[in-house]
């Protein structure tokens, strides 16, 4: 019997595509976002919850994955960070992580799972204005790691570190064809994530049986190359 997979921020963006992507190789699917989805599907179970607000009551007996996807991004000089930003964005992404996975860690273990957790490049590649988050992030690569450790060989833990990926979250900084061909050129490949190419990194670690304790580049080869 095929257990579900947990999607935190199953809505918009990357969560939505993996989400899809899932439903369509027809797995069962608990989603939970703070607001209500617009679509359906039979084998998707959909919950208006704050990632801060899951307990185990919200959970089955038995996991088969778990994908942590919210994210933020706060680019701003460090000068005009404030340490509220800095903890808005440590509590979204890295220790609202941290409670999702205490409250579903036995239901994963019971169910031999996956979890898919998400960085960015900015952590391996520094990048002005972006402290907070990749601060943050840093912090979930860490995570990741030493729970792909600790959870051995019941649960394989890894991570994701896109660059600039096409979704609503980063609609501010694609929001004209002079930003988004600005963005594009940054890239070694010349152009700019889809949630898609994301989601089909996520469906492998999720499924994939001997991988654990890594952190993927999705980023069209801006985290390694060098073209000019």
């Not at 890295?94 to 900015?122: I, P």
């Not at 979704?167 to 070694?188: D, F, M, Q, V």
Request: proline residues 4%.
């Amino acid at each position: 019997m095929q257990h579900p997979l947990l999607v935190i921020g199953h809505r918009h963006g990357i969560g939505r595509a993996i989400t899809e992507r899932l439903l369509t190789l027809g797995h069962s699917v608990i989603g939970i976002s703070r607001e209500a989805v617009d679509y359906s599907h039979p084998n998707l179970e959909s919950r208006v919850h704050a990632a801060a607000d899951l307990n185990s009551e919200h959970l089955p007996e038995f996991l088969s994955g778990l994908v942590f996807a919210p994210g933020s991004i706060n680019l701003k000089p460090f000068r005009g960070l404030k340490m509220v930003d800095f903890q808005a964005d440590f509590q979204q992404n890295a220790l609202d992580a941290v409670h999702v996975l205490q409250v579903a860690e036995k239901a994963l273990k019971a169910g031999q799972a996956s979890v898919v957790l998400f960085s960015t490049v900015a952590v391996s590649q520094g990048m002005p204005f972006h402290a907070s988050v990749a601060m943050a992030k840093g912090a979930v690569e860490g995570l990741t790691r030493s729970l792909a450790a600790e959870w051995a060989p019941n649960v394989r833990v890894n991570a994701i570190a896109p660059s600039l990926t096409d979704t609503p979250l980063a609609s501010k900084l694609l929001g004209n064809e002079a930003r988004s061909h600005a963005a594009a050129e940054r890239h070694p490949l010349k152009k700019v994530g889809r949630a898609e190419d994301v989601a089909e990194v996520a469906i492998l670690l999720l499924s994939s049986s001997w991988i654990s304790g890594e952190v993927f580049g999705v980023n069209g080869g801006l985290g390694r190359l060098r073209t000019s």
